[in-house]
């Protein structure tokens, strides 16, 4: 991007500056709000008033930043005090109210504190700290693209005014550029949104609530294997199956420390000591009961464990659920199946003494690994999140347990060989953990598997068993999550594989195509024939031509077409499609069988 070496981040924001130049002399009358570097690119927030701008404008606002770039203007850095900065930006209202708050927390300020800093570059005057590149000349112009518009609340508050986001791309290299565009290109060709409805597997609907899936037959068969394998491999790894209800009382969250610690996402109590009825009569509820929907299962499992007494015997204890969660998500950073408000975690609770903690750690990340790989995911990157020590009141439990918990979950990660990246601030507010981030073919990262400690829970809910002294001792608790959630897992399946399932994922594993209405019969003995060794498969009868049936269910990314006719009659055979292959010719029924089972056993 720069002639000057200058690094990429600074170059991306001082583009944010040249497009708001470009946009302010293209509109006068617009409002700036601030314009940020951000990963891949820039954006800045405008109030256009009255205005509107659509996307087929961006080009003309390309155009005039390409103009001001080749005027080879410098970025020149200055210090104003704030009655200084408030005449200069007098019929900025944005940037008054940036200026009032920065020099009210004195943030955004030179050396010397009574003084603000700005950039001029030509006639544009920008409050900002900087850094931005010396030249416009530094610019690659060949390197950046406008790409989109998109409405964004100021500060990100809903409560204030509806801005206008305009995006834009910029790279070291034209290259660069035209590699993510493509990539760009083909995840939107990926789209689990756009798959979901055209293969007829999810529906999210505002009558029912935005942010809650529903299943069509296909993505509920989906989901339904996906489970079953679940269920398999965690009783073959020594896991108990629990289940537990949707919401919990008040006094469960208060205990388990959610009600203070994770408020933020978490929906208000529901009242349930009346009838909706008695409610909407007014009728005044005696005593108040109130409860709340789970945002997670773990308050639970431990009110399981404390039911019957424990001894060291009894642990390590493995207990595993598929239990639906709800999370407060506000309605504009809902995105399909990544970002919804009710999910299903494919839980889990390892509940061990210390001595046990380890291993039941490595069990986890080899499960972890053995899961991901499975479902054809070879690739990811692990980061092992740890408490802020600068803000250590936002999470439970003591220095001690932290230590220790952080000490023994690296120890872990070096021990499984695993190339982690440590993030201070991201553990969960109950304790470190380690978070498994997918790469999918465009290799883009994905937040799913999660293993994380737990000392909060055993202290707040009492949790104990008898060691084998005969004294009273505290286990430890281990969170995991293998998908993370069925929601999210199968949205970045459908975009890892476009759709295109591998064939013992697929709901539909072949379909059978009699040519005309003479091979219907043929047509349904060989259905009969799949349904009879467990493969999901469907016939078509519909009177049409076979070239249609043909690309209708390539469009539906079926695996394996079986055409029949009357050579395939007098054989017993079928004509063998195969997805991706095309052709594969002529093959007995039972050939066939034996073909698409072995793939199944083999998780192709």
């Known amino acids: 991007m720069s002639n000057k070496n200058a690094p990429i981040e600074t170059a991306r924001h001082s583009l944010s500056h040249i497009m708001a130049a470009a946009v302010k002399k293209l509109y006068p009358d617009v409002k700036l709000g601030i314009g940020p570097a951000i990963e891949n690119g820039f954006y800045y927030d405008y109030d256009f008033s009255d205005a509107r701008i659509t996307p087929e404008d961006l080009a003309k606002i390309e155009k005039e930043m390409q103009a001001i770039i080749k005027q080879n203007i410098d970025f020149i850095k200055k210090e104003i005090s704030q009655g200084e900065a408030e005449k200069l930006f007098a019929n900025e209202p944005y940037k008054l109210e940036l200026i009032k708050e920065f020099t009210d927390t004195r943030c955004l300020r030179a050396p ?12 544009f005057v920008d409050l900002c700290a900087g850094p931005h590149i010396e030249n416009t000349s530094e610019i690659n112009t060949k390197a950046f693209k406008l790409t989109k518009i998109a409405g964004a609340y100021w500060r990100g508050d809903e409560k204030r005014p509806m801005l206008t986001r305009v995006y834009g791309l910029a790279f070291e290299s034209e290259k660069e550029l035209i590699d993510y565009l493509q990539m760009m290109e083909e995840a939107e060709k990926r789209d689990h949104r756009k798959l ?45 199956l629990v289940r537990t209800p949707h919401i919990g009382s008040r006094k469960l969250w208060e205990t388990s420390g959610h009600w203070g610690f994770y408020n933020e996402s978490m929906y208000p109590p529901l009242e349930v000591s009346q009838t909706l009825k008695e409610q909407q009569d007014g009728k005044k509820s005696e005593i108040k009961e109130e409860y709340l929907l789970k945002p997670m299962n773990c308050p639970f499992h431990v009110v399981l464990y ?37 999910f299903t975690q494919d839980d889990a609770h390892i509940i061990c003494t210390k001595e046990q903690v380890k291993d039941e750690l ?24 740890l408490r802020d020590p600068n803000n250590k009141e936002k999470y439970a439990g003591n220095d001690e347990g932290w230590e220790f918990t952080q000490k023994i979950l690296e120890e872990v990660a070096k021990e499984q060989k695993l190339d982690y990246k440590k993030q201070e601030g991201e553990a969960a507010f109950y304790g470190p953990k380690l978070d498994y981030k997918i790469k999918d073919c465009l290799s883009r990262e994905w937040q799913c598997s999660t293993l994380q400690f737990d000392f909060n829970l055993p ?18 608790v281990l969170h995991r999550a293998l998908f993370g959630s069925f929601e999210r897992f199968i949205g970045v399946l459908i975009e890892h594989y476009a759709g295109a399932f591998p064939v013992w994922l697929s709901p539909i594993q072949a379909i059978v195509l009699p040519i005309g209405q003479d091979h219907q019969k043929y047509g349904q003995e060989v259905l009969d024939l799949l349904k009879q060794n467990n493969i999901r498969a469907i016939l078509n009868l519909d009177n049409e031509t076979i070239g249609k049936k043909i690309r209708e269910a390539e469009m539906q990314k079926i695996p394996y077409i079986l055409v029949v006719g009357d050579k395939e009659i007098s054989a017993k055979s079928v004509a063998v499609r195969q997805r991706g292959a095309g052709d594969k010719g002529a093959m007995t029924i039972d050939k066939f069988i034996a073909t698409i089972k072995e793939e199944i056993i083999n998780k192709k």
């Open 459 to 476: 202290e707040r809910f009492d949790m104990s068993f008898t060691n084998q002294k005969g004294e009273r001792e505290r286990p430890y």
């Open 112 to 123: 010397d504190i009574g003084r603000l800093t700005l950039y001029q570059s030509g006639d």
């Open 306 to 342: 404390n039911s019957k007494p424990k001894s060291y015997r009894d642990l390590p204890i493995r207990w595993a659920e598929c239990g639906t969660v709800y999370r407060y998500e506000k309605s504009g950073e809902l995105s399909g199946l990544t970002r919804v408000r009710g």
């Open 362 to 385: 490595k069990r986890v990340a080899d499960f972890i690994i053995f899961i991901l790989n499975t479902f054809g995911f070879k690739e990811f990157n692990v980061y092992l999140s």
């Open 196 to 240: 979901g409805k055209e293969l007829d597997l999810f529906l999210i609907d505002p009558t029912v609530g935005m942010g809650l899936a529903m299943w069509q037959p296909k993505g509920a068969m989906l989901w339904r294997i996906m489970e079953d394998f679940w269920y398999q491999e965690h009783l073959k790894n020594g896991y108990e």
